[in-house]
């Protein structure tokens, strides 16, 4: 499978926590930098949180110090633990490897 799958979405509510799953291919989890992005309704598509080969990661400032973004060898996984979550993190939220794109998983952030 080349294209990444996520799992984890769910409703929550605000204050609570998720984490989001991202299996890849051993190619993809190998060799590229595995993102994620998120989509609210009528929002354009946003980097989130990133993770290189090397283990560095990136986060959008909205999200620091709520989000961390890790990865698991031994799985070709990437998660995304979300804290702290607001109503405003509702979205979609895709995976990225390389220029392959997951189908992506809805979290709500909602009382």
């Known amino acids: 499978q080349d294209q990444p799958v996520e799992s984890g979405g769910g409703l929550v509510q605000p204050g609570g926590s998720l984490r989001l799953s991202c299996a890849t291919s051993a190619v993809i989890f190998r060799f590229y930098t595995i993102s994620w992005y998120r989509q609210a309704p009528g929002k354009q598509r946003e980097l989130v949180a990133s993770i290189s080969r090397g283990d560095s990661t990136n986060y959008a400032d909205s999200v620091k110090g709520r989000f961390t973004i890790s990865r698991d060898n031994a799985k070709n996984t990437v998660y995304l633990q979300m804290n702290s979550l607001k109503p405003e993190d509702t979205a979609v939220y895709y995976c990225?490897?390389?220029?392959?794109w997951g189908q992506g998983t809805q979290v709500t952030v909602s009382s």
């Open positions: 990225k490897g390389g220029i392959a």
